[in-house]
């Protein structure tokens, strides 16, 4: 099942602009992570923020939490080209020995 | 230190085989959970093992299976394909017991079941 759900599903920008994807999620969780994906291979960890954080940056990346809300938003300023990948926001499970992901946001950055 | 290799990278087989797929992990981690995408269903958790013994598994028939060795390699095995097996399939590493931290994906193995 679903934990993290993102939003928009799919976002198209030019290089330089800032883009943001919103991800929802559903029970307590005690971090969530955002991984990137390009083109059908491996997932690249990005950045892991834990409950009791409220934002996270590194690099051009910015993470922000909100646990009343139960939503995390992943910014990624000034884009460019090789942004393009598939973002994936993930939870622990219950259990806490897997991650539950959503299903991804599809970022294309043109040039 | 090499990433998460994974082999074979492609697979092609018919519905009623069986397939073994391998993970070798980042070396030091004892953590290797599998991992099915397709794009209906997206990334869903097969099952985790840790020191040779799983730990969690996810919401999939008997049919999935796997297993740890001693030196933290792991492979998965679905029997008797089915067309929906097309998919997918991640392996990750971690190096970190109890709660879950950061994963490290291999490439993946892309199997197809005609």
């Known amino acids: 099942s679903q934990q993290g759900e993102e939003d928009p599903q799919a976002l198209s920008i030019q290089e330089g602009e800032n883009a943001t994807m919103n991800c929802s999620y559903k029970?307590?969780?005690?971090?969530l992570q955002w991984y990137r994906q390009n083109s059908g291979r491996g997932l690249v960890h990005l950045i892991l923020?834990?409950?009791?954080?409220r934002e996270k940056h590194s690099g051009r990346l910015r993470v922000t939490l909100d646990t009343s809300k139960k939503s995390s938003s992943l910014l990624i300023t000034a884009s460019r080209a090789a942004d393009t990948a598939s973002y994936f926001c993930?939870?622990?499970?219950?259990?806490?020995?897997?991650?539950?992901f959503g299903k991804g946001t599809t970022l294309s950055v043109s040039s | 230190k090499a990433g998460v290799t994974q082999t074979p990278r492609y697979l092609i087989k018919t519905r009623g085989q069986q397939v073994t797929l391998s993970c070798s992990p980042i070396?030091?981690?004892?953590?290797v959970s599998w991992y099915q995408q397709t794009p209906g269903q997206g990334l869903q958790f097969l099952f985790e093992?840790?020191?040779?013994?799983?730990?969690n598994k996810g919401n999939f028939p008997g049919r999935f299976s796997g297993r740890q060795f001693s030196n933290s390699r792991s492979e998965m095995n679905v029997s008797t394909l089915e067309l929906g097996d097309s998919a997918l399939y991640l392996c990750?590493?971690?190096?970190?017991?109890?709660?879950?931290?950061?994963?490290?994906f291999g490439p993946g193995t892309r199997l197809t079941v005609l």
């Open positions: 990750a590493s971690s190096p970190r017991t109890g709660l879950v931290h950061e994963q490290f």
């Open positions: 029970t307590s969780i005690n971090n």
């Open positions: 923020i834990r409950s009791n954080e």
């Open positions: 993930a939870t622990d499970s219950q259990a806490g020995t897997a991650l539950i």
């Open positions: 070396s030091g981690h004892r953590s």
């Open positions: 093992y840790f020191s040779e013994t799983q730990r």
